[in-house]
């Protein structure tokens, strides 16, 4: 059965970094995009990151470019989401989700979803 399990979440200080894993297993994701996306406690899913299949192509939320880096190794079957300047407001659950096609902000159209992984900040 194909998953995508996320790891790496855990409490930080305010300013401090955390590197997320995705690893992806029961199929081969190699040509699918990846994206990372979060929910904030009492707000909505929202969109962090993606990359497609080749890692040639990303994309950033606004809120977190220039802190937060997406990269993937095909052959470790893993896209990372490098977290750092982390804020209070970075904190929430996060998700890695898999998609034909090119990664986009929306969370329709993602055919496979993590489990989460909780990210804590503290100020």
């Known amino acids: 059965q194909a998953q995508l399990v996320e790891s790496g979440g855990g409490l930080v200080q305010a300013g401090g970094s955390l590197r997320l894993s995705c690893a992806a297993s029961?199929?081969?994701?190699?040509?699918?995009?990846i994206s990372w996306f979060r929910h904030p406690p009492g707000k909505e899913r929202e969109f962090v990151a993606g990359i497609n299949w080749s890692g040639g192509s990303t994309s950033y939320a606004d809120s977190v470019k220039g802190r937060f880096t997406i990269s993937r190794d095909n052959t470790k079957g893993t896209v990372y989401l490098q977290m750092n300047s982390l804020k209070p407001e970075d904190m929430a659950v996060y998700y890695c989700?898999?998609?034909?096609?090119?990664?986009?902000?929306?969370?329709?159209?993602?055919?496979?979803w993590g489990q989460g992984t909780q990210v804590t900040v503290s100020s």
């Open positions: 989700a898999a998609k034909r096609g090119s990664a986009t902000a929306q969370t329709i159209g993602y055919d496979y």
């Open positions: 029961g199929r081969t994701f190699s040509f699918y995009a």
